[in-house]
């Protein structure tokens, strides 16, 4: 089988594990361990008399939800099937400016996958250079790039916070890069761990620049990947055209009424970001205290941990001796196998983790760094 390129590809890691795959411990997949919540599992259950129909093309229900959630108009909403079926049509809006599109580098594969459908060029802004790691200041790195393209005619497409480092961009930052992009699209996928008072999101700003779109998912934060549900927030013009270009009823009748649950469910989103304050310090601190690893803080659910040692070798032994799955960054250009990231978990997984961490790293061979800092 293929190394995945996604993590959560349970069905190859157990191969190697040799193991059925819900023996596994699955590191590799950012999705919070808490859920799916209860109100969640009635929804889906409740909307089963209603599978003999199709499900409504405006999604009227889903989309006041998201509304209310958010305090925007309903038609500033778009759901989708996933994050990822949206991003597929931000890509061919960028597409239809013939010009480069900026990127953070790294950045999640599957953008280059949409990119690439629709032969979009790209600039990458490189977070990693040959003097180490400049997240707080890649903005000022765009800023040295204007003198080989103009940027009011290019795209920019940027997640917050930023997978796979974790990195929180603030929002001011985001907005003031907003007027200086032909098109912008945000990719807030992780922005729910988040709570309210430290969240840096720019839906706001939607009404403001008719030339920004965020994409958000509901999959990760309420822990159902399998149902595939996001939505984009744009002005209607925009979404009137996605909406032009895609299949008649991409979400179903189940996904429709679990993201209506999911978004009601308070109680279960305070007890995440309550969960995930103390989960985050706790995995930071263990794994910061390997003396091989050393991760990069996060504001996310998940660490990119950069490692002296192979991190697929790291991979395939954490699979043979303890049906453990941490996610490869091999599918990161600029990481390579000097980098791995986890998924932060319940506290009795987390131990687990470290303590079969402990175990393992020992018996690796220290390798050079050959990470490749290039775009």
Not at 49 to 62: A, E, K, Q, R, T
Request: aromatic fraction near 10%; charge should be negative.
């Amino acid at each position: 089988m293929f190394r995945p390129v996604h993590g959560g590809n349970l069905a190859w890691a157990a191969q190697l594990a040799r193991c059925r795959p819900d023996e596994l411990l699955d590191f590799s997949a950012s999705i919070s361990p808490l859920g799916p919540p209860s109100s969640v599992s009635e929804a889906i259950q409740a909307a089963f008399s209603s599978v003999v129909d199709y499900p409504d093309p405006n999604y009227g229900l889903l989309r006041e939800a998201i509304a209310h959630h958010h305090h925007i108009p309903t038609d500033h909403i778009l759901p989708g099937n996933g994050a990822a079926e949206l991003l597929t049509w931000a890509a061919r809006d960028l597409a239809e400016r013939s010009t480069p599109t900026f990127l953070l580098a790294p950045g999640f594969s599957d953008y280059d996958r949409a990119l690439d459908a629709f032969s979009v060029s790209r600039l990458g802004i490189d977070l990693l250079d040959a003097e180490g790691w400049n997240i707080e200041h890649w903005d000022k790195k765009l800023s040295d790039m204007t003198d080989t393209v103009k940027l009011s005619s290019c795209g920019l497409l940027l997640n917050n916070p930023h997978n796979p480092t974790g990195a929180l961009f603030s929002a001011e930052k985001v907005r003031s890069l907003l007027s200086k992009f032909a098109f912008v699209v945000v990719d807030e996928a992780f922005m729910d761990f988040l709570p309210p008072e430290r969240e840096q999101s720019v839906i706001d700003a939607v009404s403001e620049f008719p030339n920004l779109v965020v994409l958000r998912s509901l999959t990760k934060f309420y822990s159902m990947p399998g149902i595939r549900l996001g939505y984009a927030v744009a002005q209607p013009e925009t979404l009137q055209r996605w909406q032009s270009w895609r299949d008649a009823w991409p979400v179903n009748t189940f996904a429709a009424a679990a993201g209506v649950a999911a978004l009601q469910d308070t109680a279960f989103a305070q007890q995440t970001w309550q969960w995930l304050e103390t989960e985050n310090a706790y995995l930071f601190e263990g794994l910061s205290a390997c003396e091989q690893l050393s991760p990069l803080p996060s504001s996310a659910n998940f660490f990119l941990v950069d490692c002296a040692v192979s991190a697929t070798d790291l991979q395939v032994q954490l699979l043979k001796k303890h049906r453990i799955y941490i996610r490869d960054c091999m599918s990161f250009q600029q990481l390579g196998d000097r980098f791995f990231r986890v998924a932060v978990k319940a506290r009795e997984d987390n131990q687990r983790l470290l303590a079969a961490l402990a175990d393992v790293l020992p018996t690796l061979e220290t390798v050079p760094n050959t990470v490749s800092c290039g775009s």
